[in-house]
C-alpha cells in the first residue's frame, strides 16, 4: 500500500508541476494600443467578419450581437445562423439587422447526413462571409471592449492562421460553480499551454470554439468544418488538422478578451459534458486511461488519506490535488470555497465519463439540442 501510495504522489506531483506551469507561462493576447478613434485608417477596418451559429439561443443571441457591434471599424459583418431555431432567436437578429446593417441572418438548410449541427452552421457561415479573418462566436459568448481588434493584431504579429481564446467562464449557481471549474482543470493539469507556443505538433492543437479566429485563405485550403464535420469537438479536431497540414495554431488565455456562460444547470452541464466526454477521444484505450488517472490520483486519495494514514502518500497526493485547483481557482477568478468541494466534482466527472461511454458504445448516442449523435458507435 506505501508503494501504490508514493507512486500516486509521483504522479499527482507531476501533474501540480504542469498546472503551475500553466498559470504562470501561459500568455494572454496584448493589450490594444491607441484608441478607436486612430484606427480610422487601419489595415484590418472591415476585415474580420463574425459568425454565429445559433440554434435556440433566444436567451443569448442579443447581448452576444451587441458585443460583436461593439468591436467597431475592424467588423465588417456580422452573419447569424439560425439554425431551425424553434424560439424567437431569428426574430432578435432580424431586429438586430433593422437597426445595423452589418448583421445578416442565414436561412437554415437541411442538415446532410455525417454533419454535426453547430460544423455545418459554421461551414454556411463561412461560405457567405466576406472577411479576410473569420472569428467564429458561440451565440453564449461575450466579447469585451477591442477583443478582436487584439485577436487579430495578435495573429499577424504571431504568423498564426488559426487563433482561439479560452475564454472567462462565468458561473452563477451553485452547480455551475461546483462543477464548471473542473473544465479548466481537466484541461490544464494534463495540457502543456507554454509548449504549444515553442512547438507546431498537431498532438498540441488546442482551441476553444466558443471564441476562434481563423485566417478565410488557410481555412478554406485546408477544408475547414468539413474537414472535422462529424467531430462534436470540433475546435480542438480543428486545431489539430490545421498543424498537420503544416499552419500555425496558437490558443491564448482569452478572459480578458472573452467570456461565456456555457450551462445554467445541473441538468445542462450534465447533457453539455455527456456529449462531448467519450467522443473527445479516438481510442478507447485513452479514454479508460483517462478515467483511471481522475479515480486512482484526483480521487481516490481523499479517502485512502484516512482509511490507511501510514501510507502517507495518499495524503501527499491529495494535498497536491487541492493545489492544483487553487493554483486553477487564482489564474481563472474562481471561487476559492470551490477547491474544498473537489470530490464531489470529481465523482460528478468519473460519472459523466462513464455515462458517455455507455451512452455512444451502447447505440442510444449522446443528445444536444434535439439532435443525436453516436448513435452507432457501439455497432
Same mark, same amino acid.
Given at each position: 500500500?506505501?508503494?501504490?501510495? !508514493?507512486?500516486?504522489?509521483?504522479?499527482?506531483?507531476?501533474?501540480?508541476?504542469?498546472?503551475?506551469?500553466?498559470?504562470?507561462?501561459?500568455?494572454?493576447?496584448?493589450?490594444?494600443? @491607441?484608441?478607436?478613434?486612430?484606427? /480610422?485608417?487601419?489595415?484590418?477596418?472591415?476585415?474580420?467578419?463574425?459568425?454565429?451559429?445559433?440554434?435556440?439561443?433566444?436567451?443569448?443571441?442579443?447581448?452576444?450581437?451587441?458585443? /460583436?457591434?461593439?468591436? #467597431?471599424?475592424?467588423? @465588417?459583418?456580422?452573419?447569424?445562423?439560425?439554425?431551425?431555431?424553434?424560439?424567437?432567436?431569428?426574430?432578435?437578429?432580424?431586429?438586430? /439587422? &433593422?437597426?445595423?446593417?452589418?448583421?445578416?441572418?442565414?436561412?437554415?438548410?437541411?442538415?446532410?447526413? $455525417?454533419?454535426?449541427?453547430?460544423?455545418?452552421?459554421?461551414?454556411? !457561415?463561412?461560405?457567405?462571409?466576406? @472577411?479576410?479573418?473569420?472569428?467564429?462566436?458561440?451565440?453564449?459568448?461575450?466579447?469585451?471592449?477591442?477583443?478582436?481588434?487584439?485577436?487579430?493584431?495578435?495573429?499577424?504579429?504571431?504568423?498564426?492562421?488559426?487563433?482561439?481564446?479560452?475564454?472567462?467562464?462565468?458561473?452563477?449557481?451553485?452547480?455551475?460553480?461546483?462543477?464548471?471549474?473542473?473544465?479548466?482543470?481537466?484541461?490544464?493539469?494534463?495540457?502543456?499551454?507554454?509548449?504549444? *507556443?515553442?512547438?507546431?505538433?498537431?498532438?498540441?492543437?488546442?482551441?476553444?470554439?466558443?471564441?476562434? !479566429?481563423?485566417?478565410?485563405?488557410?481555412?478554406?485550403?485546408? #477544408?475547414?468544418?468539413?474537414?472535422?464535420?462529424?467531430?462534436?469537438?470540433?475546435?480542438?479536431?480543428?486545431?489539430?488538422?490545421?498543424?498537420?497540414?503544416?499552419?500555425?495554431?496558437?490558443?491564448?488565455?482569452?478572459? @480578458? /478578451?472573452?467570456?461565456?456562460?456555457?450551462?445554467?444547470?445541473?441538468?445542462?452541464?450534465?447533457? $453539455? *459534458?455527456?456529449?462531448?466526454?467519450?467522443?473527445?477521444?479516438?481510442? $478507447?484505450?485513452?479514454?479508460?486511461?483517462?478515467?483511471?488517472?481522475?479515480?486512482?490520483?484526483?480521487?481516490?486519495?481523499?479517502?485512502?488519506?484516512?482509511?490507511?494514514?501510514?501510507?502517507? $502518500? *495518499?495524503?501527499?497526493?491529495?494535498?497536491?490535488?487541492?493545489?492544483?485547483?487553487?493554483?486553477?481557482?487564482?489564474?481563472?477568478?474562481?471561487?476559492?470555497?470551490?477547491?474544498?468541494?473537489?470530490?464531489?466534482?470529481?465523482?460528478?466527472?468519473?460519472?459523466?465519463?462513464?455515462?458517455?461511454?455507455? &451512452?455512444?458504445?451502447?447505440?442510444?448516442?449522446?443528445?444536444?439540442?434535439?439532435?443525436?449523435?453516436?448513435?452507432?458507435?457501439?455497432?
Amino acid at each position: 500500500m506505501l508503494i501504490l501510495s !508514493l507512486a500516486v504522489f509521483v504522479v499527482a506531483l507531476a501533474l501540480l508541476g504542469v498546472t503551475l506551469w500553466n498559470a504562470l507561462a501561459w500568455p494572454g493576447l496584448r493589450p490594444a494600443t @491607441g484608441g478607436e478613434e486612430d484606427k /480610422a485608417d487601419a489595415p484590418l477596418d472591415g476585415q474580420v467578419s463574425i459568425l454565429i451559429p445559433a440554434r435556440d439561443e433566444e436567451p443569448n443571441i442579443g447581448g452576444c450581437l451587441e458585443s /460583436a457591434l461593439a468591436q #467597431g471599424r475592424v467588423v @465588417g459583418e456580422v452573419l447569424v445562423y439560425d439554425d431551425h431555431s424553434t424560439d424567437r432567436t431569428a426574430e432578435i437578429v432580424a431586429s438586430h /439587422a &433593422r437597426r445595423d446593417a452589418r448583421v445578416r441572418l442565414l436561412t437554415p438548410e437541411r442538415l446532410p447526413p $455525417g454533419w454535426c449541427g453547430k460544423n455545418f452552421a459554421c461551414a454556411r !457561415l463561412a461560405a457567405e462571409a466576406r @472577411g479576410r479573418w473569420l472569428l467564429f462566436l458561440d451565440a453564449d459568448a461575450r466579447l469585451l471592449p477591442r477583443a478582436a481588434d487584439r485577436m487579430t493584431a495578435e495573429a499577424e504579429s504571431r504568423g498564426a492562421t488559426l487563433l482561439s481564446c479560452w475564454p472567462a467562464l462565468e458561473a452563477r449557481g451553485f452547480w455551475e460553480k461546483a462543477l464548471m471549474p473542473m473544465l479548466n482543470f481537466v484541461v490544464f493539469t494534463l495540457y502543456p499551454a507554454p509548449l504549444s *507556443f515553442r512547438r507546431a505538433d498537431a498532438s498540441l492543437g488546442l482551441a476553444h470554439g466558443a471564441c476562434l !479566429l481563423a485566417r478565410r485563405d488557410v481555412y478554406e485550403a485546408t #477544408g475547414g468544418h468539413s474537414a472535422v464535420s462529424d467531430a462534436i469537438n470540433e475546435d480542438v479536431r480543428l486545431a489539430q488538422h490545421w498543424r498537420a497540414r503544416g499552419h500555425a495554431t496558437l490558443c491564448f488565455d482569452g478572459q @480578458g /478578451a472573452t467570456r461565456v456562460r456555457m450551462y445554467r444547470s445541473f441538468a445542462e452541464i450534465w447533457r $453539455g *459534458f455527456q456529449k462531448n466526454y467519450y467522443p473527445a477521444f479516438r481510442r $478507447g484505450a485513452s479514454f479508460w486511461l483517462f478515467i483511471a488517472l481522475h479515480f486512482f490520483v484526483m480521487l481516490l486519495p481523499f479517502a485512502l488519506a484516512f482509511a490507511a494514514p501510514r501510507a502517507w $502518500g *495518499f495524503a501527499a497526493a491529495a494535498g497536491c490535488v487541492l493545489l492544483m485547483r487553487a493554483t486553477l481557482a487564482w489564474k481563472f477568478a474562481q471561487p476559492w470555497w470551490t477547491v474544498l468541494l473537489h470530490p464531489l466534482a470529481e465523482c460528478v466527472l468519473v460519472a459523466l465519463g462513464v455515462s458517455s461511454w455507455w &451512452r455512444c458504445r451502447s447505440g442510444r448516442g449522446v443528445v444536444w439540442k434535439g439532435r443525436r449523435y453516436r448513435e452507432a458507435e457501439g455497432v
